[in-house]
Protein backbone atom coordinates (compact mmCIF):
# COMPACT_ATOMS: atom_id res chain seq x y z
CA UNK A 1 0.00 0.00 0.00
CA UNK A 2 1.91 3.47 -0.74
CA UNK A 3 0.52 6.68 0.39
CA UNK A 4 1.60 10.01 -0.47
CA UNK A 5 3.61 11.83 1.57
CA UNK A 6 2.31 14.13 4.58
CA UNK A 7 3.79 17.38 5.91
CA UNK A 8 2.77 20.01 8.29
CA UNK A 9 4.47 22.89 8.52
CA UNK A 10 4.68 25.23 11.62
CA UNK A 11 5.41 28.41 9.56
CA UNK A 12 5.74 30.37 12.72
CA UNK A 13 8.91 28.72 13.67
CA UNK A 14 10.78 30.51 10.75
CA UNK A 15 9.67 34.22 11.44
CA UNK A 16 9.42 34.57 14.72
CA UNK A 17 12.80 32.26 16.06
CA UNK A 18 16.39 31.61 15.06
CA UNK A 19 16.82 27.84 14.62
CA UNK A 20 20.28 26.37 16.07
CA UNK A 21 20.13 22.66 15.85
CA UNK A 22 17.23 20.53 14.36
CA UNK A 23 16.13 17.13 15.51
CA UNK A 24 13.94 13.85 14.16
CA UNK A 25 11.60 12.95 16.51
CA UNK A 26 8.91 10.51 16.50
CA UNK A 27 5.87 11.33 18.16
CA UNK A 28 3.77 9.02 20.21
CA UNK A 29 0.15 9.63 18.89
CA UNK A 30 -3.31 7.53 19.03
CA UNK A 31 -4.92 6.23 15.99
CA UNK A 32 -7.18 9.00 15.85
CA UNK A 33 -4.08 11.72 15.99
CA UNK A 34 -2.72 9.41 13.19
CA UNK A 35 -5.61 9.60 10.83
CA UNK A 36 -5.93 13.11 11.39
CA UNK A 37 -2.56 14.34 10.49
CA UNK A 38 -2.54 11.53 7.52
CA UNK A 39 -5.54 13.82 6.35
CA UNK A 40 -3.97 17.15 7.20
CA UNK A 41 -6.11 18.43 9.75
CA UNK A 42 -3.26 19.44 12.18
CA UNK A 43 -2.05 22.67 13.08
CA UNK A 44 1.38 23.42 14.59
CA UNK A 45 1.54 27.34 14.74
CA UNK A 46 0.88 27.35 18.60
CA UNK A 47 2.44 24.51 20.12
CA UNK A 48 6.02 24.38 21.29
CA UNK A 49 8.01 21.47 23.38
CA UNK A 50 9.04 21.04 27.15
CA UNK A 51 11.30 18.47 28.75
CA UNK A 52 9.81 17.20 32.04
CA UNK A 53 11.94 15.23 34.12
CA UNK A 54 13.63 12.68 31.45
CA UNK A 55 11.11 13.27 28.52
CA UNK A 56 10.59 15.59 26.11
CA UNK A 57 6.63 16.45 25.09
CA UNK A 58 5.12 18.39 22.50
CA UNK A 59 2.65 20.70 23.71
CA UNK A 60 -0.49 22.58 21.74
CA UNK A 61 -0.53 20.68 18.79
CA UNK A 62 -4.10 21.20 17.41
CA UNK A 63 -5.49 17.76 15.67
CA UNK A 64 -9.06 17.71 14.84
CA UNK A 65 -11.18 14.82 15.33
CA UNK A 66 -12.76 12.45 12.75
CA UNK A 67 -15.79 11.72 13.90
CA UNK A 68 -17.06 14.70 14.90
CA UNK A 69 -16.29 18.64 15.16
CA UNK A 70 -14.45 19.26 18.38
CA UNK A 71 -10.50 19.21 18.08
CA UNK A 72 -8.20 17.70 20.75
CA UNK A 73 -5.05 19.04 22.25
CA UNK A 74 -2.70 16.67 24.80
CA UNK A 75 0.74 15.90 25.63
CA UNK A 76 2.31 14.03 23.06
CA UNK A 77 5.58 11.92 23.72
CA UNK A 78 8.16 12.55 21.58
CA UNK A 79 10.77 9.78 20.76
CA UNK A 80 14.33 10.67 20.75
CA UNK A 81 17.71 8.87 22.27
CA UNK A 82 18.59 9.65 25.46
CA UNK A 83 21.98 11.45 24.55
CA UNK A 84 19.68 13.82 22.71
CA UNK A 85 17.37 14.50 25.29
CA UNK A 86 20.35 15.08 27.69
CA UNK A 87 21.87 17.44 25.23
CA UNK A 88 18.65 19.22 24.05
CA UNK A 89 17.57 20.08 28.30
CA UNK A 90 20.91 21.26 29.09
CA UNK A 91 21.03 23.65 26.53
CA UNK A 92 17.31 24.38 27.71
CA UNK A 93 18.49 25.07 31.47
CA UNK A 94 22.03 26.62 30.56
CA UNK A 95 20.96 29.25 27.74
CA UNK A 96 16.90 29.08 28.83
CA UNK A 97 16.37 28.26 24.87
CA UNK A 98 12.76 27.27 23.49
CA UNK A 99 12.34 23.70 21.47
CA UNK A 100 9.98 24.41 18.66
CA UNK A 101 8.81 22.21 16.31
CA UNK A 102 8.99 23.02 12.62
CA UNK A 103 7.24 20.44 11.01
CA UNK A 104 5.50 16.98 10.56
CA UNK A 105 5.81 14.98 8.45
CA UNK A 106 4.75 10.77 7.27
CA UNK A 107 7.15 9.37 4.36
CA UNK A 108 5.66 6.78 1.83
CA UNK A 109 4.98 3.41 2.94
CA UNK A 110 4.96 0.28 1.39
CA UNK A 111 3.94 -2.30 2.74
CA UNK A 112 5.75 -5.60 1.79
CA UNK A 113 2.45 -8.07 2.61
CA UNK A 114 0.19 -6.34 0.66
CA UNK A 115 -1.02 -8.01 -2.42
CA UNK A 116 -0.17 -5.93 -5.62
Known amino acids: MLRKNVKI???????????????????KLLGHEVK????????LNNSFCKVLNTEIFLLN????????TNST???ILLLLKKKEILKISEAVKKFSLNIIPENIFINKISNPFSKK
Open 73 to 75: SRN
Open 36 to 43: SIKKNNAN
Open 61 to 68: LYLKKISS
Open 9 to 27: KNKNAFYNFFLLEKYIAGL
